[in-house]
């Protein structure tokens, strides 16, 4: 039994679509060094970052048309991780490859295949067409690289209290803490949902509705195993009728985290807010952008620093496991979700291989 | 049996009173993190720095009266580690604590008991009244760390003919590697005793009597375990009867010297000098403050260099013990005297409980 | 069987002869910390750079005259490592000593024996008289410190076909890669020839040559076991039988490298460049040293950022053993016969003691 905390059959976000151009740019996921880099005709290729030959990384070499030059003896690989070229010998060694991972682009979001290719689906890509959606306006793509490990933000975002505790200020409120919420699960899913009703709005809510009356408020948090999530988050005047779904009085914002380990302790954090008034308006785009991420003051800089020290803890005690409270409900789920994922990888059905392979077993 | 290199059931020094205010202080204890902080009634809370619920440091966080509030989802805890708030839930976990630890100020020190509270009995603090004797001055107050075993130190302070090579041009001199010393000891203590009759005064003493005549030197220096040093260090006109017990003719200085392990290869120096003359007058304040303490150039600074060279080489090799020459009779008493105290805490009497009780164990 | 990557009945490259100076120099060959100096009488030693009283490193300490003066307690120690002088005590333990070892200056390098003293004989020091040629020049003593095990330098000196893709603009060429190449090797010794006849020469070589002409061009390395390599490179007008040994249309230059590990994952790097035209001119003596070695820019630099990329990913990925390629035929046998010298020293012959001691064994 592996120490793995993630399952490896999982689509994670790899880099922003943006990010990757026709040159090569190294990324690690799941403990495993990627090169990733755009072809020719648009598609992306995901190449392990070691080369077969003496385990440079390839990143250090350059294209050569769609094919990956390495930078030390001339092996080229094409983007299927195949041995092209090799120099002073006419046979090229069949064995000789990389191993290519599949990978896809959708939602502003490029996602990476970690497990058995022969598993991957690219209908089980998570939803995020909030990140494209034209009723929407937000910055997008903004990247973070946490140290620390990516289930611990899964906790943060699927309990969303800390606000009051965290961000005090700018969205925490007490009724947070007050108010009741409903938990539901499925196999693969999580579901937080809190309304706090005719309540004041915090800062944050207020300057975005326009106006400083009481509100009702919502907390929609929707968690999709291994690693993302989308929060449904606004407030709209107390009593018009928000609860039973009309928000035409009120503001919608969604928050959009794909986590991706990067190592045992380390995660990538792909982040976007999107709203749904002022579309036109870059002010609001910066103000929300700025609210969030803002040298150590934004709200997500408050919770990375929360998030790492919390890391730095968890590495140096072996107390075994947290204690629950009632408000873990939801990162309860999502983690027993989690294990049993990992799990199914290290338990093959009868008959069948393991399916998460050894990231040097694949031969050409 | 553990690799442990000190005892828990003894006061360490934790902090000078001065440092302890009504906020939060961390502070590593024997591999343990701790916050401190002052009451409203002016007594010091000890708690563990590691929230019961997801182990946030909490000295992340703030204080609400005398309660710690954590920085992450508001669990509040008394100053005795009892929690007195949960969010989102009326009925609070009774199993929902922090370990707290004996506290006590003593001689402008704050000392903290790491091992089993039931053997936490304050009349055992280690006698520093020279800290607070009107009769002598000083700056009182420094607090280093440093990057090795507390017990580097104590080796380090039990033989004082390092002077001699590590603080030539100070206070070091030829006499003190061939004046013959006393070594005696008892189930607790050692004292290493040294007289240098009749000699010329190194430049940091002659300053201090005021005229450079020949002296009767001593060095007096008590340890007591596991920890803690007191030397009294002087000189006195050759002849006057110094060894006989009249200083009349003489300077008398106290070097205090408390030692608290933080991890297994750092410590915390609480250090202080105190001196018999000139009691009122800050220029000699400053000049036995920078004699010791001078941006590297100190005779402390001097020690932290070698010490810290000494514990990369410690933590290097592999050679098990150190090799003793006849000046590490203080030393290798102390270290006896210290291992005598960790096994004891190893085997608990018959019938008892084993005297270091699991840093989580302890429940409300 | 241990896990060390080179033998150590070996002479090591220490230092260049003008590093060594009437002054304590450390440096760490082989995981072993050293101290070496320069004696009253020009010869050097070299001794374990940790005190046998207390571990402090000598190397922090004095030379009086040409003893060694431990810096914490005055433990003095010849150059052969005996205690001379112990502070406060008459009688010198006679056990008191620190390892010294068999050290001599060769070629304008240092050499010293980290093995069994008793097999040290001079006349095994690689043949490096290049370094002190008269009809040679160059500008000598270049010093690298590699963060990679230097059996990747070995790796990459001994194919030469890593040019093209490192040192394109310089010293690369495509022929590199098309031209057969001879392997040879001995119980000690592997040597690759390479002649890329009639072509043209890159920059490097057409500007010592003069004139951009077709040339034959020559690589001619040769390894001895276990740890130097000297390169005859060169280029003369093609045809005019420089492959028949007349080099007399044609210039030369031989690249000098003596390896020596200094951890299982860094080496130094005792690098020279000397050529056989142009002697007294000091303007081609520093363009030849800065193509080599430039801030980054120049040939070695190139090498270095990619050494140290590659033992990254050697040290974190558990792919057993490279997998080889034509070229790698030269490195090939001279990883055999490093492993044939370590083997040797594990399994000493019957009725021998192994050959290795124990860093702290010997006593005096
Ligand atoms: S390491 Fe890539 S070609 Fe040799
Ligand atoms: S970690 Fe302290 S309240 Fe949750
Ligand atoms: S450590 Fe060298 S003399 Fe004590």
């Known amino acids: 039994m592996s120490n793995r905390g993630y399952p490896l059959n999982a689509w994670y976000a790899a880099a922003w679509g943006h990010e990757i151009q026709h040159r090569l740019t190294p990324r690690t996921l799941c403990e495993t060094d990627l090169v990733l880099y755009r072809r020719s005709d648009g598609e992306i290729a995901a190449l392990q970052d070691a080369c077969w030959h003496r385990l440079l990384p390839l990143s250090l070499g350059r294209l050569d048309g769609d ?22 010998q006419e046979t090229i060694n069949p064995a000789a490859c990389v191993r290519s991972f599949p ?12 497990g058995d290719p022969a598993r991957a689906d690219t209908a089980t890509i998570p939803d995020f067409h909030w990140n494209a959606d034209p009723a929407l306006a937000g910055r997008g793509g903004t990247f973070y690289s946490l140290q620390c490990e990516y289930r611990l933000v899964i906790d943060n975002l699927l309990d969303l209290t800390h606000e009051t505790f965290v961000h005090a200020g700018s969205i925490g409120h007490d009724s947070i803490t007050r108010a009741p919420f409903d938990v539901t699960h499925d196999e693969r899913s999580v579901t937080v ?28 948090i929707h968690f999709e195993a291994p690693s993302t999530i989308v929060g449904d988050v606004g407030v709209a005047e107390a009593g018009t009728g928000a609860p039973q779904g009309d928000r035409s009085h009120g ?34 785009t910066e103000y929300l952008h700025y609210a969030h991420v803002n040298d150590g003051e934004g709200v997500y800089d408050q919770d990375k620093a929360v998030l790492q020290a919390q890391q730095i803890a968890v590495s140096k005690y072996d107390r075994p496991p947290f204690y629950n409270l009632n408000i873990d409900a939801g990162a309860m789920w999502a983690r027993r979700i989690i294990d049993r994922l990992i799990a199914a990888e290290e338990t093959p059905p009868a008959g069948e291989q393991a399916s998460a392979p050894s990231v040097f077993a694949r031969q050409a």
Do not use: I, K
């Not at 094919?67 to 120099?87: E, K, Q």
């Not at 990978?103 to 970690?114: D, P, S």
């Not at 949902?193 to 919502?218: I, S």
């Open 67 to 88: 094919s990956v030059v390495c930078g030390y003896h001339g092996l080229a690989f094409d983007p299927h991780g195949r041995c092209t070229h090799m120099p002073s």
């Open 103 to 114: 990978v896809a682009e959708r939602h502003a979001l490029v996602w990476v295949w970690m």
């Open 193 to 220: 949902q809190r309304w706090m009703l005719d309540g004041d709005a915090p800062p944050f809510w207020a300057r975005q509705l326009g106006r400083d009356v009481p509100v009702d408020r919502w907390h929609n």
């Open 251 to 284: 503001v919608t914002g969604y928050f959009l985290a794909a986590l991706t380990p990067e190592t045992a302790t380390s995660c990538h954090y792909f982040w976007n807010f999107v709203r749904d008034h002022h579309l036109d308006d870059p002010n609001w």
